[in-house]
Every structure is written in C-alpha cells, then in structure tokens.
C-alpha cells in the first residue's frame, strides 16, 4: 500500500514520459534495415504492406503507410485492427503489420489470429508479448515501459521506426548526425514549457476542437484530438484540412477552437 501511495499521480509519468524521448534517443539502438534483411532472409517477398493497429498505433500506422508509399514505392494500406475484413485474394506477396504497443491490444491479435499462418510482423515495445506468440516476427521499439495510459514515446517511437524502414526500402542514405538532429529538435520543444503552460490555459476554455492537417499532418491532428479527449476530457474532431467545408464548416463558431497543423 505504502509503495502504491508514493508512486507519480498519472500525470506525472505521462509528463515523465514525454521529457524522456530526447534522452532515449542516447541508448537507443536502431537498425534501419530489419525490416529489408528480414524479407531477404525468408520472412516474404511482398508487393504490399498492410499495417492495423488501435488508436495511436493506427495513427501510427497511417504516417508509416504515407512513407512506404510516397518513400519506398510500396502499396501500403492502414486499417483499425477492430474494423479489418481479411481479403479474399491470399495470392499477393502481402507483409501485415500489427502494430502494439503493449502487445495484448485484443483487436490486433484477434486479426492476427484470423491471418493464422500469414507473414506477420507484431511492433510493439513489450518483448515476448501476447501478440508475440501469433506473429512470424516481433520489432521492438525499445522506448522503456510506458506507464501513463495515454500514448506519448511509444507513438513517437513507433513513427520513428516505421519512417527507418521505409528510407532503407527507398535506399536512402541517413545522415550520421539524424540522431542529434531529432535530439536538438525534440529539446526545443520541451524547452518552451512556459509557452506551452501559457498557450494550454487558453486552449482549456474550449470545450468543442477541431485539429486539422493535410497530408503527413492528417494522422497527426487525428492524434492530437485523441490526446485531446482523453487527457484534458475535451471533445474534440481530427480532420484533413480541405474536408472542413464538407460539412464540418456548419459548426464551427466562436465557441469552437480550430487549431491547424502545418
């Protein structure tokens, strides 16, 4: 009891665990070619990706899936693991991921135990994990144990991953310095706490949010208003930009905050 008293209120470790990401960037071992070495040394040839995941893993998925197509020239599709419909055509050379980040998401291993002896990779930060024993490989993002039940490093580390394994199929080479660049860049941000603090006191007046985004942008404000709703409980909508005067434009009022990612 004593030791469950003293832990960090969950605020505190999703706080923790977004001012981790810079510093794990020092300890983290990546290797950009898994994926490739992998299918070369019989995972499967493929001609298409199909990622499924749950909440920000979808989200995730959805940027890795822009990457593989718009890097690697590689058919990609995304699908919520709740909502997947397995296709008839088994003749393709399709790679699945499932993407977990605690690997017991019970709608990515329910998909993954309809595609049964199917090449699966599972993608997750939780070694030999539940999604593990139905997978015929396991990526781990090793970003440590995320506590907080929001989604914070681990959607970071997932993109991160995905965006590797895509520049390797599109053979590009790296800049020996990406590491501190994405390290500076992550710093600059927590390094505005005060802003942030000051720019979040106006943004809680609002209780209806639209985050728009186009393109890369899009998963992006789809995550955002899920952090929205279920960190600060307030409702909010994820759109792509352009589709705001298909319909949404109607409510939008003084009452309501949009808030545009570019």
């Not at 070369?40 to 199909?50: F, Q």
């Not at 914070?152 to 580390?157: A, D, H, I, L, R």
């Not at 992550?186 to 186009?214: C, P, S, T, Y």
């Amino acid at each position: 009891a004593l030791s469950f008293a003293l832990k960090p209120a969950a605020g505190d470790y999703m706080l923790r665990e977004i001012e981790e990401q810079p510093k794990l960037l020092d300890k983290w071992e990546y290797n950009t070619g898994y994926l490739k070495e992998n299918l070369k040394s019989g995972l499967v040839p493929i001609d298409k990706i199909v990622l499924f995941g749950c909440g920000s893993s979808f989200h995730g998925g959805l940027l890795g899936r822009k990457y593989f197509q718009d890097y690697s020239k590689v058919e990609a599709i995304c699908e919520y693991a709740s909502q997947y419909n397995l296709p008839f055509n088994y003749d393709r050379k399709i790679l699945y991921i499932g993407i977990t980040q605690s690997g017991s998401s019970a709608d990515v291993i329910d998909v993954m135990k309809k595609l049964k002896e199917k090449p699966i990779l599972c993608l997750t930060n939780t070694l030999n994990s539940t999604a593990s024993r139905y997978c015929r490989k396991e990526a781990l993002i090793n970003c440590n144990k995320e506590f907080s039940v929001a989604a914070t490093k681990s959607f970071s580390y997932t993109v991160l991953w995905l965006y590797l394994q895509a520049s390797e199929f599109a053979n590009w080479g790296l800049p020996r310095d990406c590491k501190n660049q994405l390290k500076k860049a992550w710093e600059d941000i927590l390094n505005q706490q005060e802003h942030i603090k000051e720019l979040a006191r106006f943004i809680v007046k609002f209780q209806n949010i639209f985050f728009m985004g186009h393109d890369y942008n899009y998963p992006i404000a789809l995550e955002s208003s899920l952090k929205m709703k279920e960190v600060a409980l307030i409702h909010s909508e994820g759109y792509v930009s352009s589709e705001l005067k298909h319909g949404p434009i109607a409510v939008i009022g003084p009452e309501v905050l949009s808030i545009f990612i570019v």
